[in-house]
């Protein structure tokens, strides 16, 4: 689930930051920003563009995913459901449905 609060955004910078045993000016300048605005990122006070949360990700040796995409809590209790679902079903039912996600799963690479 993409994540389009930017306090959200900051606290997840800060956290890593922090476990990285880096300072906010350490991050600022390996990103090529001012203090100040990296200050107001961590804080979720300004709006950032795509350059900077790239410049942000490779100093701090992350993927954007990592800070704009979050776990959905309801994923688990899905799979969950949809396993019983496919429980119940017959064998032929079942090859099929596992013959339609492999193709499914395939055309994501």
């Known amino acids: 689930m993409l994540v389009f609060d930017?306090?959200?955004i900051g606290n997840k910078l800060l956290a890593i930051r922090k476990k990285a045993g880096l300072t906010q000016s350490e991050v600022a300048e390996a990103a090529n920003l001012s203090d100040r605005t990296y200050a107001d990122i961590e804080r979720g006070t300004v709006?950032?563009?795509i350059e900077t949360i790239l410049k942000i990700c490779e100093?701090?040796?992350?993927t954007p995913?990592?800070?704009?995409?979050?776990d959905?809590?309801?994923?688990?209790a899905k799979q969950a459901d949809?396993?019983?679902q496919l429980d119940k079903c017959t064998i032929k039912q079942k090859e099929t449905a596992l013959e339609l996600l492999s193709v499914y799963l395939k055309s994501l690479i």
């Open 72 to 76: 959905n809590p309801n994923l688990s």
């Open 82 to 84: 949809l396993l019983n």
């Open 59 to 62: 100093a701090l040796h992350i």
């Open 65 to 70: 995913d990592v800070i704009l995409t979050e």
């Open 6 to 8: 930017f306090r959200t």
């Open 47 to 49: 709006n950032m563009r």
